[in-house]
């Protein structure tokens, strides 16, 4: 849910560029320590994939927002967290300069909804499902759906706190088009994470943690 240049407070923004500097600054000191080499390829390939799925987006608000897929879920599955906010980063920052979605001035508020708020949500469910005996790809769904839901919760916050709409009118809007993206996003991470966990790369990293 990408926001546009122009339309947040400096205090909304400012707040989300410090967060988003401080967290992507521990991302990468805790991805060049633990993340194995191999994984860095298989890095290119998730956010290729995630690039093309949030390409396809819909105005929201009067283009106050957008609608689409995020994919960190699928990420996090499949990196954890800190890896993920890297890939998810590269997508937005590369979305915002090369095809203007969302703003440069906006930037740091979009890299927090999306590469680390997203992440974070799902990180959290997948925490406390983990170690329950739902099938796997129930867990992953449930994930997916709510990490965007939850981030266009914030989003939805951001834009009331800025006075671009009220309160009511964001929250109602965003989460009502979000939890129906959010069910796209658990199908596609349920149908994704099977093959996922069959490849080589996941059965190694399996593996070596064991």
Do not use: C
């Not at 916050?157 to 088009?177: D, E, K, M, P």
């Amino acid at each position: 849910m990408h926001i546009p240049d122009g339309i947040l407070s400096p205090t909304i923004l400012a707040a989300g560029a410090v967060v988003s500097v401080v967290v992507l600054a521990k991302s990468v000191q805790e991805s060049k320590k633990n993340l194995e080499q191999t994984a860095v390829p298989i890095m290119g390939v998730m956010a290729a994939f995630i690039f093309a799925a949030q390409m396809v987006n819909f105005p929201l608000l009067g283009a106050a927002a957008s609608g689409h897929l995020i994919g960190g879920a699928l990420a996090v599955y499949l990196f954890g967290f800190w890896p993920t906010t890297l890939i998810m980063t590269t997508v937005v920052t590369i979305q915002a300069v090369v095809f203007q979605d969302g703003g440069i001035s906006v930037l740091g508020i979009n890299i927090l909804n999306m590469a680390i708020l997203a992440p974070l949500a799902a990180s959290i469910v997948y925490k406390l499902l983990r170690k329950s005996k739902i099938p796997v790809t129930l867990m992953v769904f449930i994930a997916g759906w709510v990490s965007v839901v939850a981030t266009a919760a914030f989003a939805a916050l951001q834009l009331g706190a800025s006075n671009v709409v009220s309160y009511r009118l964001a929250l109602q809007t965003l989460i009502l088009w979000h939890s129906i993206i959010g069910i796209g996003e658990g199908l596609i991470t349920g149908a994704v994470v099977p093959f996922a966990r069959r490849s080589s790369f996941f059965l190694t990293r399996r593996e070596e943690r064991s």
